[in-house]
């Protein structure tokens, strides 16, 4: 969602640590509202972490 060419629209918030977007944006992005839902409020505590032991180098 972050990186690649479809990640229009999406940004990351560093207090909460989580992804956002519009809705319009999760709705295009995922078919069913019911499985963006999931995402939309779903916080990443480690994100930083797990990023750089997982990214590409």
Same mark, same amino acid.
């Given at each position: 969602?972050?990186?690649?060419?479809?990640?229009?629209?999406?940004?990351?918030?560093?207090?909460?640590?989580?992804?956002?977007?519009?809705? /319009?944006?999760?709705?295009?992005?995922? *078919?069913? $509202?019911?499985? /963006?839902?999931?995402?939309?409020?779903? *916080?990443? $505590?480690?994100?930083?972490?797990?990023?750089?032991?997982?990214?590409?180098?």
């Amino acid at each position: 969602m972050l990186s690649g060419k479809d990640n229009s629209g999406f940004g990351w918030d560093e207090h909460k640590h989580m992804v956002v977007a519009e809705d /319009a944006v999760w709705n295009s992005y995922i *078919s069913s $509202p019911k499985a /963006a839902s999931q995402f939309r409020n779903c *916080s990443f $505590p480690y994100y930083d972490q797990l990023t750089s032991i997982y990214a590409k180098d």
